[in-house]
DNA sequence: TCAAAAGTGTTATCCTTACACCCATGT
DNA sequence: ACATGGGTGTAAGGATAACACTTTTGA
């Protein structure tokens, strides 16, 4: 038997327990919004997770098992994720190197109506991500102070890895002057991580050039690796509604141009231009007209519209409408 | 404690084996290479796989870890495809539910030099998928039979389902004038499945429409759910080189603009357009002159080139030209 | 001279993006 | 009247994909 195969005597092998992390998404006028699980105390909110059993087929049932026997929600769309496991994931107190694998998924929700579970709410996923929400610039200006101490990174950094550092975070932020690349969202995030801007780069005790004190304060963290899990989410899923209608999984069965370009917007974090959006979202077939008007927007009545569901069938690659990557200059 | 925290009480939890299997990838004059191992007898050959070990830091790293130490070689481009974990998927005859998890990897390396073991050898990938090489259109005819299979498989459907079986067809397969979609290396390999011309698919004891004698034999099997972990890989590589430069990770360090070419093509299935390639990857910024030509290309020689590195922090997000998706016709 | 591969020029077409403008309703 | 959102027209610019053609080598 060949060394390659030593993963078939399993008695070399640590314990290792599985479980399944969801981020659970839904679209509220508000915006976008995930499912947290509250903690005793002042602890950090956290992702919801259950644990891999055995009568599961598959993992994705698992997962679709033990969400919707807990929340009663209904998934729409569910995709994993990524799998983590680093070995320090939980450091334990007792030394032991028990390994906790994490499968992470995100899954849509049509319903946002609230549960009766104390411990289960929905969060704006812009509480943990504040620089992630550019619809209205740079509003609030967390990201300006980022760009600050990003600056100061930069500054000082040893001769040799100066220009390492310049292109990371042009990279993950881009220049003045480039489209925001709203995809980008695990980027940023591992940037600030490694820079020290992110509480949970202390927590981990990992080095970093950033003192604790100036861990971001105006956003919110989630415990263990949950925000990173959180992060790659929200990448997939704005890359995803680019060439997949998944959209749609978020919106009621009526909705007018505007509440879609909204939904979008919400998901993505950056504003489009109405009339091109309109004109893509049509020219695709994504939707018909239901013949019915909505007459409470505030102007002229606008069209009810529904997804063409058969599109599933004749043509599952195609998305809405957002600026091309492309576009960004060089 | 609320319920959503059952995954923390270990002891409700079945056991779980969890190896890495990877798709090894390198690129020869022949086409793309994948590594397998030979097993006992007349056994169908596998991926590699290794044990996840509990002084592994990471995921990848455990990954890095033993292929290295295994085959000597150096991956360069490493990344998680998927994780697999059907309760069923090794059945043990001793009806105990001892969960296999595997996470499956892709990793490019660029040396083909044999190696020593005896066990480990390369392969190309299209010996497992013989229809995902349309390079010469359909040359061998497997895709005309497999059409034909196909077209059987609809005209049989009970009613309600004839819509359904010809949607996914064309979906997977295209329609004819529809120019051949490289990237859904899965789906196709998914729908056959499906149906039965693949004799996982008996194996596994589906219900198929196909009986056995018909599963297609000009391609050669892979051991369990290997080569749907195979699939995976090439999708992933086909779709990645499109907006990541991963192909150089495959490309010697001196090439020409043909030899590039030929090595997109290999990997990607299908034929390209030699003066739109070559004006693509130049307009890119991709690569750079190194002054010196090569003779021996049958012609006119041709300049020599090679990767500019530093793209990868200037701009990432950048990749060699394919046929864009969109130029596909509803 | 011819085959084979390296290169260059050019154009039709499509898509994206932006700008300008009119329409219908409530207050 | 005017604010608010709905909706249409159009044109500039860029990228794609196809076609035609010249250049340089070896046999």
């Known amino acids: 038997m060949s060394r390659v195969d030593r993963s078939r005597t399993s008695a070399s092998q640590d314990a290792v327990t599985v479980d399944l992390s969801a981020v659970i998404v839904t679209a509220s006028p508000d915006g976008p919004l995930v499912l947290v699980r509250s903690q005793d105390g002042a602890a950090p909110l956290a992702l919801p997770a259950g644990p891999l059993e055995p009568q599961h087929r598959t993992l994705e049932a ?3 098992n033990w969400v919707e ?16 496991g680093d070995a320090n994931r939980h450091a334990s107190a007792r030394g032991q190197t028990s390994r906790s694998l994490s499968i992470g998924y995100i899954a849509l929700v049509r319903e946002t109506r609230p549960k009766q579970s104390s411990d289960i709410s929905w969060a ?3 509480r943990f991500f504040p620089w992630e929400d550019m619809r209205s610039g740079d509003e609030p200006g967390v990201m300006t102070r980022i ?4 600056a100061g990174w930069i500054a000082e950094a040893p001769h040799d890895a100066r220009q390492d550092r310049e292109s990371r975070s042009t990279n993950a932020f881009g220049k003045s002057g480039d489209r925001w690349n709203e995809e980008l969202v695990l980027e940023r995030y591992e940037l600030l991580y490694e820079i020290g801007l992110v509480p949970e780069a202390h927590r981990d005790g990992a080095a970093c050039w950033a003192p604790r004190e100036a861990a971001i304060v105006e956003a919110e963290s989630l415990q263990s690796d949950h925000r990173r899990i959180l ?4 990448s997939r899923l704005r ?25 979008v917007e919400a998901l993505a974090g950056i504003e489009l231009h109405k009339p091109n959006f309109r004109r893509l979202v049509e020219n695709q077939g994504l939707v018909e007209e239901t013949g019915s008007v909505s007459t409470n927007t505030g102007g002229r009545p606008a069209r009810l519209l529904r997804f063409r569901r058969d599109i599933l069938r004749e043509r599952p690659t ?6 091309s990557a492309r576009s960004q200059k060089g």
């Open 62 to 64: 698992g997962l679709r």
């Open 69 to 84: 026997e807990l929340t009663g929600y209904n998934l729409g769309y569910v995709e994993q994720l990524y799998s983590f």
């Open 124 to 126: 704006s996923w812009y």
């Open 147 to 150: 760009r600050e101490s990003i």
């Open 231 to 234: 992060a790659t989410g929200i």
């Open 239 to 263: 890359g995803k509604i680019k060439y997949r209608p998944v959209v749609f999984e978020l919106m009621p069965p009526r909705f007018t141009f505007l509440q879609l370009q909204r939904t």
């Open 318 to 323: 195609i998305g809405v409408g957002l600026p």
